[in-house]
């Protein structure tokens, strides 16, 4: 007896490998995917202006960067003592404006050129809901706990983000014509909306990447969301707020996701890169005998063999680590 609905995903064409650069934009799920890539050393850059939830402020995002915005004092605002952008996410604010405009700036010019080498750009929309401030009518992508009473809060229709996005899908293809662009839906629950509420943000969603699928640059899709909600589909798999994606989940997602986009050498080097990461967080001791050493060694000559084998491969860190539990 099946107890489980599951459904195949078909391979991706195009596949991603160690010479090609990944971004990914979006909510917190893009940040769960793409760490997956940052353990396998795998060319990645995750949301260059933090977290971003609504299909407005990854917009705005990927309008900046294209068009190469300076941010400038009058971007920022001033909450209780702190600087603060609303076209990021809390990390980005400082009690210090030129230090925060430095580092804004800085991020957005590594991520310009990044994505202008880039060859995959995942976009993850979480919810339809934005929140739009009352002094100058823009959406933003923080609130950054300025009062609520400050912002005017909207559920964006689909036709809204469909027109929208329309124009950016034109501009990404005309700008970066080796760029793929792939959708995603975040299966994490916005739980503030409640049940309903979530429901109708999330078929919003949906119904506008539908649309969005048919633009003549062919967007691609991955069913993150009904890898969760429709295959494994038990609380089991979430966390313990029950709306996050548990690390099983996400590790399952993961699979489907590099069976999809990895060919068999790149999948090999992964497993091979990622295990080297995973071992050096645990965070091993000389005093535990001979076997560490053993292990050391053993994992330098992986390393050694790896970076001749992967060009560009960085795994500096991690030799220097190793080579440290060898040390008398």
């Known amino acids: ?7 195949s995903i078909p391979p991706s064409e195009r596949k991603i490998t160690y010479s090609g650069k990944v971004m990914f934009i ?5 940040t769960s995917i793409g760490r997956q890539f940052e353990t396998g050393h795998l060319p990645v850059m995750i949301n260059p202006s933090g977290t971003v939830y609504n299909p407005v402020s990854v917009l705005n995002t990927l309008d900046g960067l294209a068009g190469g915005r300076k941010f400038t004092l009058e971007d920022l605002y001033n909450h209780k003592g702190t600087w603060i952008s609303f076209s990021h996410y809390t990390d980005f604010s400082s009690e210090d404006p030129g230090h925060l405009l430095e580092r804004i700036n800085t991020r957005s010019e590594e991520a310009a050129e990044f994505l202008a080498g880039a060859g995959f750009l995942f976009v993850t929309f979480g919810t339809a809901r934005v929140y739009r401030w009352k002094r100058t009518g823009a959406i933003v992508s923080n609130c950054h706990k300025v009062s609520a009473s400050e912002f005017d809060r909207e559920l964006l229709k689909p036709g809204e983000i469909v027109s929208l996005w329309t124009r950016v899908l034109d501009r990404l ?3 970066y014509p080796q760029l793929r662009i792939v959708f995603t839906i975040s299966p994490v629950r916005h739980w503030k909306d409640g049940a309903h509420g979530n429901q109708v943000s999330k078929s919003v969603l949906f119904l506008a990447v539908e649309e969005l699928l048919g633009h003549p640059s062919r967007p691609g899709y991955f069913p993150a969301y009904e890898l969760l909600m429709d295959d494994l589909r038990d609380y089991r798999f979430y966390d313990e707020d029950m709306l996050h994606p548990s690390s099983p989940a996400v590790s399952y997602i993961w699979d489907a996701f590099s069976d999809c986009y990895f060919d068999n050498n790149t999948r090999s080097l992964w497993k091979e890169i990622s295990g080297i990461s995973k071992a ?3 965070r091993l001791k000389k005093s535990e005998g001979e076997s560490v050493r053993k292990f050391a060694v053993t994992t330098i000559e992986k390393i050694d063999s790896l970076v001749t084998r992967v060009p560009g491969l960085d795994l500096e860190k991690e030799k ?3 080579l440290s539990l060898l040390e008398s």
């Open 173 to 175: 293809q005309s700008d």
């Open 26 to 30: 979006g909510s917190c799920f893009a």
């Open 1 to 7: 007896m099946e107890l489980r609905t599951t459904f």
């Open 280 to 282: 050096m967080s645990h």
């Open 320 to 322: 220097m680590y190793f």
